[in-house]
């Protein structure tokens, strides 16, 4: 049995004012253990939030389809936001050349592809005034359908399609949702354009490897079957490995509920490489939101190896003593040799990097970077794939989405709701003047009033 990915955390167990042992671990051994029977069972029963679990084994065949009749156009619009989004910029930014859109065919063996995210006017009109609508289709994604940063640009794209491909519009969109509910669902009835559905059971953030990052994945040339291999055989080896010190995500979830009782409620996530650094955004989503709730959880900060050595490592190293580090290394990276010699004087103190990869170097920095923390006493587990494949990304996208689920229910908290987030929902709805939100105008003119009570003007 080949390797998937490996976890090394014997840097994770610390002494002195905030020590983690490892008999604090064995400790948590049966209730981990339960906590896998209870979630398992859920995902079986098809609960709700719960239904992410069974994505690995789901039947492609109608993504897949839609996925060639995506490919077709010359270029993909995704609008959404949040999970609806952070996916998609994940698995584009590991699985798919760098300056993607750039390149020209058959480099780029699918559409340009971009999204439409945050409700940023300068951004939304710079992007729609170089596209060809003709030749542009619009992937709508919002499992509510009311999404209100999602809303505004698909409102604003179906009017400027149709004012540019009248009839023909619904031939340019692709809508996401909701099977059943939602005023999407109602759009697509009424204008019969294509769409797909998100499972009841999934909630946003857990979705990529759904139809909300598999369809448009399909239609770039990532192999979306593959994708789903890897997450299917990582879920299979999780389920053989019912001993603690064999199964890594019950170790790490163990890890995360001891160093956030012992104040380290900060969550490092520092990948070594370009192509991993949209999924340290994506990480940040899932573990913030599935986890912070009734003064839990633990603040989820997003770095970069190597750059992030020149900017955030200081404080790692000599800063407070209230972070978690998750180190992620690749084994196996894209050959980029350094000379074998330079014949130049003043070139021959750097003698140390010549005959040597860029590859070796980002693994020794990350390797280097790992022992410097330990050596500072500051709490890290240094993960590593074989290499950025579809198999491997499926694999790490799955194990990251079951610990994150894992150290919520440990922590007694509901890791697939996000009551904080409604709240602003509600005020957001209220002063863009949606019915039936009127009540909320008032709170939101005596908070906000709070924090103007005290302005300061240059």
């Not at 809303?151 to 059943?180: C, M, Y």
């Not at 790490?252 to 192509?275: E, F, K, Q, T, W």
Request: charged letters at 25%; proline letters at 4%.
């Amino acid at each position: 049995m080949d390797e998937l990915l490996s976890v090394s955390v014997g840097g994770a167990f610390t002494s002195g004012n905030h020590p983690v042992k490892v008999e604090d671990i064995d400790s948590l051994s049966q209730k981990i253990e339960e906590t896998d029977v209870f979630l398992r069972k859920k995902g079986r029963d098809d609960a709700e939030g719960f239904g992410w679990i069974n994505l690995p084994y789901q039947n492609l065949t109608e993504i897949i389809e839609t996925g060639r009749w995506l490919s077709k156009f010359d270029t993909i619009v995704q609008i959404g936001i949040g999970g609806s989004a952070l996916g998609n910029r994940m698995l584009v930014n590991a699985l798919l050349p760098p300056f993607y859109n750039e390149l020209e065919t058959p480099l780029r063996k699918g559409p340009r592809f971009y999204l439409l995210e945050n409700s940023d006017p300068v951004t939304a009109t710079a992007m729609l005034d170089r596209l060809d609508l003709s030749k542009t289709v619009f992937v709508v994604v919002s499992k509510s359908g009311s999404t209100t940063e999602t809303i505004a640009h698909f409102l604003w794209t179906w009017q400027r399609a149709k004012e540019n491909l009248g009839t023909k519009a619904p031939e340019h969109f692709l809508v996401i949702t909701d099977s059943r509910r939602g005023s999407l669902r109602k759009f697509v009835r009424a204008r019969g354009c294509r769409s797909l559905e998100i499972p009841e059971s999934v909630g946003g953030r857990y979705s990529v490897l759904s139809s909300v990052g598999l369809a448009t994945a399909a239609a770039l040339g990532i192999d979306i079957e593959r994708l789903l291999q890897g997450a299917r055989e990582i879920d299979q080896r999780l389920v053989m490995r019912n001993y603690l010190w064999e199964n890594p995500a019950w170790v790490l979830a163990g890890l995360n509920v001891l160093h956030a009782r012992a104040g380290r409620n900060m969550s490092v996530m520092m990948p070594y490489g370009d192509c991993l650094s949209a999924f340290a955004e994506w990480f940040a989503q899932l573990w913030g939101e599935s986890l912070g709730k009734n003064g839990l959880g633990t603040t989820p900060v997003r770095a970069l190896g190597a750059i992030d050595q020149h900017s955030q490592l200081q404080l790692y190293m000599e800063g407070p003593d209230d972070k978690f580090i998750t180190i992620i290394d690749v084994k196996n990276r894209p050959y980029f040799k350094l000379p074998d010699n330079i014949d130049d004087d003043a070139l021959k103190y750097f003698e140390f990097l010549f005959g040597k990869t860029m590859g070796e170097l980002l693994s020794v920095e990350a390797r280097s970077t790992t022992s410097a923390l330990i050596k500072a006493g500051k709490p890290v587990v240094y993960l590593s794939i074989p290499e950025v494949s579809e198999r491997y990304i499926g694999a790490l996208v799955f194990f990251y989405e079951y610990l994150t689920a894992l150290v919520g229910l440990l922590m007694d908290v509901n890791p697939f709701d996000q009551p904080g987030v409604e709240q602003g929902k509600r005020y957001i709805y209220s002063l863009m003047g949606r019915q039936g939100f009127e009540e909320y105008i008032g709170e939101v003119e005596q908070y906000f009033g709070k924090c103007r009570n005290i302005e300061i003007i240059l």
